[in-house]
């Protein structure tokens, strides 16, 4: 998610015609109270714009949209809005795409994001980044998948439905310092028709963007989804994780199978200093939407 497409977001209420949200606004807050941070609303491309409204709307989905309790514009302070450029304050909100990639098997793919990317450094994250002119999700994020893993889906081989749209803000906290970029990620379930073994042999991952990737179960997700953001890195694991997650790293070209600590996975986002190696706070929001597919699916 490294460059991301300006301005696309336009947010409507009622019957009034959907206007560009500004980079300062709260697009989750424009729906609910301020002291919440979700709210159902519906989202989709209207002439090339992505556009989130509390009505429905030809070609709309109704879905969950939520933000961080932590969200840096909900606590942003008069004083310190006036002291970003005007040029960041006029740019609007970006938009992005994520993928949930599930084998047929029941794996997910999560990768780390390489350490010199200008935002979320060594974050674990699903594969995704920033719609082209033009495109549909399904299309962005198919295309952003192929571009960091070298996997390409083809059509017959996966189902898709879209799970949840996550406000994200970087850095993630004001006491990191002041917004650089704000973008809404619609997080996009593919579920392949393949098990991950076979998808892996199709993995070439882009070192540039990508310096790691696993596959990892349901039980291990299910514990990585409940981890909350707040609460000390104490390193435990619960006794029903193993002590290290299978991944395959890659340095100088080549991708190296490895073993990473569990804790990793379970780590939080700092209040204050510098972050860690961690699952984002927007992929433990979509792997609990996930998560509760499963349930469904399994009733």
Request: charge should be negative; aromatic fraction near 6%.
């Amino acid at each position: 998610m490294e460059s991301l497409a300006r301005g696309l977001v336009r947010l409507a209420k009622g019957s009034a015609r959907p206007e560009r949200a500004g980079f300062l606004q709260s697009i989750t807050g424009h729906f609910c109270a301020s002291h919440e941070d979700e709210a159902m609303v519906n989202c989709g491309l209207d002439q090339n714009q992505f556009v989130i409204s509390d009505s429905e709307f030809p070609g709309s989905t109704r879905i969950l949209l939520k933000r961080p309790s932590f969200c840096p514009i909900k606590h942003l302070e008069e004083r310190q809005a006036a002291a970003l450029p005007e040029a960041l304050r006029g740019r609007g909100v970006d938009v992005g795409v994520a993928v949930i990639l599930q084998s047929v098997d029941r794996r997910v793919l999560l990768t780390r994001r390489a350490k010199n990317l200008s935002i979320f450094p060594n974050i674990w994250v699903p594969p995704g980044g920033h719609m082209e002119p033009d495109e549909q999700l399904l299309e962005a994020g198919l295309r952003e998948l192929q571009e960091e893993t070298g996997l390409r889906l083809e059509p017959g081989g996966f189902s898709w439905r879209m799970l949840g749209l996550w406000e994200s803000v970087y850095p993630p906290m004001l006491s990191r310092g002041l917004p650089r970029r704000h973008h809404v990620v619609a997080y996009l379930l593919l579920l392949s028709t393949e098990r991950h073994q076979q998808l892996q042999t199709r993995i070439k991952a882009d070192e540039s963007e990508v310096s790691a990737y696993a596959w990892l179960e349901p039980h291990v997700l299910e514990c990585i989804a409940a981890v909350e953001d707040g609460a000390e890195n104490t390193g435990h694991v619960p006794n029903n994780l193993p002590p290290t997650i299978k991944a395959t790293e890659l340095s100088g070209c080549l991708a190296r199978p490895t073993e990473l600590p569990t804790a990793t996975f379970l780590n939080t986002a700092p209040a204050a200093g510098e972050d860690v190696e961690r699952v984002s706070t927007g992929t433990r929001f979509a792997l609990q939407l996930w998560l509760d597919t499963l349930a469904v699916r399994d009733k």
